[in-house]
């Protein structure tokens, strides 16, 4: 039986203390040893953050990419074998910012991989600035008389984008959280897990005591995960109540069942057949 310290790295966090990203990471622990996971199946990607350090964190196989790419290299990762549970992990920065465009699509696509996403609704790394999370009207050091411009969504955008699976999660309950991660990995689908994680460095609004002042989850009122309209409506709620939890569920054909390039499993494990280089050559 997997326990905690199974995926324990020998590299420790250099996160400030306090930092959110510890229950995030903390949890995902928690979450894989419930699930019996081995360290050798999984694979963490990461973009670019305080938090895409996570994968030197945790054990199992890992990769720190480019900035804003950790969404797109996993989907690769989980094309070539798609035997291995994928875990893709980012900021706000990094996944509503920069890297937009392979969230979109990979919501849409609706491979089997999990998304966590640390959200602290500021650029930690860069120290301080405007991200695609933070309020209107907030002071940053990128805007030093409020920010003017709408925040993202991210739980309305995944929706609207097709995801089988949205969750929202929060760093100051890490119990709930792991079962959040232990719903979304078990998933068959994109599943996005958006978390607040508070960065107590920097953003000095949105707070561990802001959040417990307002979150309550969804599973205390019996939402119904599979009713899309419903889920739509609880996205917007935002101010004196924030919701927790499963906002939406609901299997559909993953990408890697439908290809049919890996009708005969996955790449990693066909055998290697080397291309005749006539071939190439009659299309010279």
Request: with cysteine; hydrophobic share 35%.
């Amino acid at each position: 039986m997997a326990e905690t310290v199974t995926f324990k790295s020998d590299v420790k966090p250099d996160w400030c203390p306090g930092c959110g990203d510890y229950g995030v990471l903390s949890a995902l622990e928690k979450a894989c040893a419930d699930l019996h996971l081995d360290p050798k199946d999984i694979m963490v990607v990461s973009g670019i953050g305080c938090s895409s350090n996570l994968p030197g964190f945790f054990r199992s196989y890992g990769m720190h990419t480019l900035h804003g790419r950790g969404v797109a290299v996993a989907n690769g990762v989980k094309l070539g074998n798609h035997d291995l549970t994928v875990i893709a992990v980012g900021g706000d920065g990094d996944g509503y910012g920069i890297g937009v465009g392979h969230f979109i699509h990979s919501l849409r696509r609706n491979l089997d991989i999990t998304y966590i996403v640390m959200d602290n609704q500021i650029y930690g790394l860069t120290t301080g600035q405007t991200s695609p999370t933070t309020e209107m009207s907030v002071k940053t050091k990128s805007a030093p008389e409020g920010n003017i411009e709408q925040p993202v969504n991210p739980i309305a955008l995944a929706l609207a984008g097709g995801a089988s699976f949205v969750a929202r999660g929060f760093s100051g309950e890490p119990a709930q959280l792991a079962e959040l991660y232990k719903k979304a990995i078990t998933h068959k689908g994109f599943a996005l897990v958006d978390v607040f994680s508070p960065c107590v460095t920097f953003n000095k609004i949105n707070t561990y005591p802001w959040f417990k002042e307002r979150v309550y989850k969804l599973e205390d009122e019996k939402h119904d995960v599979t009713n899309f309209e419903t889920a739509m409506k609880k996205v917007q709620e935002w101010g004196p109540r924030i919701p927790l939890g499963v906002f939406y569920a609901k299997e559909r054909p993953t990408y890697e069942t439908m290809e049919p390039a890996l009708r005969n499993g996955p790449l990693a494990k066909q055998p290697f057949k080397p291309l005749d280089p006539a071939i190439l050559l009659e299309f010279v």
